[in-house]
């Protein structure tokens, strides 16, 4: 296993991340990615033949539909041969005999937000240890397939620990076996009690041991003080080719 370390240099933002979503259905999950107030990220519903051509200062573009057509999967195709990295959430996988997109998450449309806000707060939230766009394109670059899970741990000492425990539920062995890149996030309030110590950390060391030796792996620290005081939460984006959306 690979073990990236990201630091919390995070001056060269990418200009330009796009939102589309495909319909006036996803209007209420677009504003609510409007309202996240990222600088940079535009969020919009737009019809498929609405998609725009890719410029310069495009660095990412994240397509919500409900089911693959035509009309998308070409639009998709225009930003991904222009190298940018081209994520679509839907709720049916597209299908289609040239590769038009980096990698695709399939979840229920009422669910698409948290995948959009969880890569977006990645890049642009700082931290302890902080994540940007480069720890995100090299998880998700032609990876074909990705997946986010999310935990939460409580119990003093054992709070990272039984956060890792709820992880390995989520995550088939199947799964696992399956998982190429793999970049997760702690994240607790300033004041927790009791302080979180770095022998705690023992439990995601063991948990990335664990993954298979070939694989990518890459996690950050971050304060959320809107936490409760005595939780912990961990965020993970899985991808890999095999790895079922």
Request: hydrophobic share 40%; net charge negative; glycine share 4%.
């Amino acid at each position: 296993m690979t073990e990236c370390l990201s630091n919390d240099y995070t001056d060269n933002f990418p200009v330009s991340f796009h939102v589309f979503g495909i319909g006036e259905s996803f209007k209420p999950i677009i504003d609510k990615i409007d309202a996240l107030g990222y600088d940079g990220v535009s969020a919009k519903t737009i019809r498929p033949e609405q998609l725009p051509l890719p410029v310069e200062e495009d660095r990412m573009v994240i397509i919500l539909a409900d089911e693959g057509n035509d009309s998308v999967s070409d639009a998709a195709k225009s930003f991904y041969q222009a190298g940018v990295l081209t994520l679509i959430v839907s709720h049916k996988r597209f299908e289609s005999q040239s590769k038009f997109c980096d990698a695709q998450s399939v979840v229920d449309t009422d669910a698409m937000y948290h995948p959009v806000k969880v890569i977006l707060d990645m890049i642009f939230n700082n931290g302890l240890i902080a994540l940007d766009f480069n720890d995100i394109r090299s998880c998700l670059h032609d990876s074909r397939s990705f997946k986010v899970a999310e935990t939460t741990g409580k119990g003093g000492e054992q709070r990272v620990a039984d956060a890792i425990s709820k992880i390995e539920n989520i995550i088939s062995h199947k799964e696992k076996n399956a998982i190429e890149n793999f970049i997760i996030s702690i994240s607790f309030n300033h004041d927790i009690q009791p302080p979180v110590r770095m022998y705690e950390m023992k439990a995601l060391s063991d948990f990335l041991s664990s993954l298979p030796e070939e694989v990518n792996a890459i996690w950050g620290v971050f304060h959320d003080d809107k936490m409760p005081l005595d939780e912990v939460r961990l965020t993970a984006i899985l991808s890999g080719k095999e790895l079922k959306p």
